[in-house]
């Protein structure tokens, strides 16, 4: 079985500070994980994913993630917030061992204030 | 320009009127997946298609159909829409099936702008 969680419904960030937004996860093999963004009616964006290797993931518009395998966690982080980072984001998982798609997290709206 | 063109954007219907949303990508993606997005509850997947003529169910197929007569479309279809149907829709595609290992197998999704059903 795949799940993941978002425990966070709402993170709010002045501009300029740094913005970590929670993912953890549970597989029972090893994990493929995603971050997606999602801006006001549109569809979702792929930001970036962990597939193996560095635990560090570098991503599109300066975001970045952390692999934890010992916690479980799969953190998206960014140094510096842009006011225009404002969107719902969105976590997945997918378990290496089985025949399932991904699963999505159940999403945390980012807001960034000016 | 690359992408997966939803219609319609917007539907409002009444219960048990048939209704098709369509779903076409122009970038000869094998894979094809449904999903519906609902508040608190994030993306969930309905059914997926791993190639022509292959469909498969989800994880909440219950009153909805989808066909891949076209390697370019994935139409899906509520027979007899109900209250409980009423969401937000999104279509997805990407070059691979996310099934298996390796990289080829996590290929990043590719997802329409979404259609928003509502079943009155």
């Known amino acids: 079985a795949q799940s993941v969680a978002q425990p966070e419904d709402q993170v709010n960030v002045a501009e300029g500070n740094p913005l970590t937004v929670k993912c953890t996860y549970s597989?029972?093999?090893?994990?493929?994980l995603f971050w997606y963004v999602q801006y006001p009616n549109r569809g979702l964006q792929f930001l970036l994913k962990?597939?193996?290797?560095?635990?560090l993931v570098k991503g599109s518009y300066g975001f970045e993630a952390e692999f934890n395998k010992s916690q479980t966690s799969f953190h998206l982080k960014k140094p510096s917030a842009l006011v225009s980072d404002s969107a719902l984001y969105f976590c997945a998982v997918r378990d290496d061992t089985g025949r399932r798609a991904l699963t999505f997290g159940s999403g945390t709206r980012l807001q960034v204030q000016p | 320009e690359a992408q997966v063109t939803q219609n319609p954007r917007y539907l409002i219907t009444v219960t048990g009127k048939k209704l098709t949303v369509t779903c076409s990508q122009n970038?000869?993606?094998?894979?094809m997946s449904w999903y519906r997005q609902d508040p608190g509850l994030g993306l969930r997947q309905i059914y997926y298609?791993?190639?022509?003529?292959?469909?498969d169910k989800g994880d909440v197929p219950e009153g909805y159909k989808v066909s891949r007569k076209e390697k370019r479309n994935f139409p899906l279809i509520l027979e007899s829409p109900s209250p409980n149907q009423t969401s937000l829709y999104f279509c997805?595609?990407?070059?691979?099936?996310?099934?298996?290992?390796?990289?080829?197998?996590?290929?990043?999704?590719?997802f329409g702008d979404g259609t928003r059903l509502s079943i009155l």
């Open positions: 962990y597939i193996t290797g560095d635990n």
């Open positions: 597989v029972s093999g090893n994990p493929y």
């Open positions: 298609s791993m190639n022509v003529e292959v469909t």
């Open positions: 970038m000869n993606h094998e894979y």
């Open positions: 997805a595609s990407s070059l691979y099936p996310p099934h298996g290992q390796g990289a080829f197998s996590n290929q990043p999704q590719h």
